[in-house]
């Protein structure tokens, strides 16, 4: 008979010190800086814009570069006529990376749940490596500018990076169980701002020598990590002869909680969770679900839609804050680069704080609708901060607190609450087809981001990009007014046995 949900709820550190061996470790820095590379591949071309704008358009536009004669021969090879046009072009790259991103992360979860999520993972790090190396180095190496080339590299890029973010929440879901995960995925998700660090430190070293530096020393890194990963990633306990989650609930009170979501559904009769969307099967190997079978568990379009609007201010950030610092304030492109790092460095605090209250409260949504109300404020504060290296930074760090805490919760510990929640019976292939359907639908919404930024302020000015961050901020404060009639959905599909393999 299982006890009442007041009798097994247990502190989260209890359960995860007394589950934690050093494979949980393993696990955890394998997949942590396994995602920070490929994020620091991403935040070199960010931080290099300046400079492939330079070298992209005439010398004569340049003040840096010397002037060589005669003109026709040395600037008929280059891609625009000015800078404009370029920062457009840039611009253009990063929104056909997320559409594709965005594609592939659909494709990848449900692979992920099908394929060995090793080789899923290791295969795009160490292509998506060589992708990088050949746009940002190879190329200019040998002077080689198209347009077409150019976007035909990114759009593969996006489609190899989307590997990474469902292959690496599955395997974390595989090892961590509810006990302690808002926690554990709290600290865990700062991967994606450590890697924006650490592209922005080793693109700000090299950036003297070229911006084509930058691109080769983190696509070699990145390559190395792939290796890494293929000869030392665990990607389940049964691999070692430990228990897999869930295999114990009957006899421990913690991981028999493991199941439940934290998503303020308590008030929801039991009755209504005795459904399966899979039928049992006799030789106790759990099948991946589909797509749209995924779609209809409890919370996944609600939190999937919700996210598109938050990781659309913060891939906003991510893409466009160095470049902001340099246009706004007339800062130099290495000292914007090393600067935008606090707003990560605040991403990393708030998804760790806000994890940990969300498991001493066993609420999500209420620390998600908090953070967004004070993110409301950061931002528009930020907008009016003075030219003032010192106070960008503390204002940029809070704003990265109370918008990038958040989209770490969303995207890691939140998704594997949707994907390990009762209705999937424990299957672990539920979590990268569920992690890549929201990731999927937020890159959406990010890419269209990316357009409307370009866009917003060339006809209005940054200021209204601003304005335009916070409307979306507040759209997702919305989310918790439709929790129950997307619970409902849930529930209705699944007594109809719509989603029954």
């Given amino acids: 008979m299982a006890m009442p949900g007041s009798l097994r709820r247990q502190p ?54 010397p002037e060589l004669r005669p003109y026709e021969l040395w600037n008929s090879s280059h891609l625009f006529p000015n800078a404009e046009e370029a920062t457009l072009f840039l611009g253009t790259l990063d929104t056909i990376f997320l559409f594709s991103y965005a594609v592939g992360l659909f494709v990848s979860g449900i692979v992920g749940d099908r394929l060995n999520l090793r ?46 973010w469902p292959c690496v929440v599955a395997v974390m879901g595989n090892w961590f169980g509810k006990a302690g995960r808002g926690f554990v995925f709290g600290l865990w998700s700062a991967c994606a701002s450590v890697g924006n660090i650490l592209g922005a430190f080793l693109a700000s070293c090299v950036l003297k020598y070229g911006y084509e530096y930058a691109f080769l020393v983190t696509a070699s890194v990145q390559f190395a990590g792939g290796v890494i990963v293929f000869f030392g990633l665990l990607t389940s306990p049964k691999e070692v002869g430990l228990p897999e989650l869930g295999a114990d609930e009957d006899e421990a009170s913690v991981e028999e909680d493991a199941n439940r979501p934290l998503m303020g559904n308590d008030d929801v009769d039991d009755d209504d969770r005795n459904y399966s969307i899979q039928a049992t099967d006799n030789d106790n190997q759990p099948k991946a679900i589909g797509f749209f079978q995924a779609c209809c568990l409890p919370g996944v379009v609600l939190y999937s839609l919700a996210y598109a609007c938050l990781k659309l201010v913060n891939y906003s950030f ?47 949504a209420p620390v998600l609708a908090v953070s967004l109300l004070f993110a409301v404020g950061s931002l528009f504060g930020y907008s009016r901060s003075p030219n003032s290296k010192p106070i960008n930074a503390v204002i940029m760090a809070i704003t990265g607190f109370f918008i990038g805490g958040p989209s770490n919760m969303i995207s890691s510990a939140i998704s594997a609450d949707l994907g390990r929640q009762d209705v999937v019976k424990g299957s672990s292939e539920a979590l990268a087809t569920v992690t890549g359907i929201v990731d999927g639908t937020g890159s959406i919404g990010a890419a269209v981001g990316q357009y409307l930024v370009s866009l917003i302020q060339e006809n209005l000015g940054w200021m209204w990009v601003f304005y335009f961050f916070i409307l979306m901020v507040r759209n997702h404060l919305f989310k918790k007014f439709f929790v129950k009639a997307q619970f409902a959905v849930g529930c209705f599909c699944g007594n109809l046995r719509i989603l029954t393999s």
Wanted: net charge positive; charged share 10%; aromatic share 18%.
């Fill in 119 to 164: 080789w899923v993972l290791s295969f795009g790090m160490c292509s998506s490596a060589l992708v990088v190396f050949s746009f940002g180095t190879l190329t200019e190496w040998l002077h080689f500018y198209n347009k077409w080339f150019y976007c035909c590299l990114w759009v593969v890029n996006g489609l190899l990076q989307s590997t990474g």
């Fill in 318 to 364: 991510f893409f466009w804050l160095p470049f902001y610092l340099s246009n706004n304030f007339g800062w130099k492109e290495a000292e914007a680069d090393q600067l935008s790092i606090w707003y990560d460095v605040g991403g990393i605090i708030g998804g760790t704080i806000q994890g940990l209250i969300s498991d001493v409260l066993q609420k999500r």
């Fill in 12 to 65: 989260a550190n209890r359960g995860l010190v007394s589950h934690c061996t050093h494979h949980h470790i393993v696990v955890f820095l394998l997949t942590f800086f396994s995602y920070s590379l490929l994020h620091a591949s991403r935040k070199t071309f960010s931080n290099v814009k300046v400079s492939i704008s330079s070298q992209w358009t005439p010398f004569c536009l340049n003040s840096t570069a």
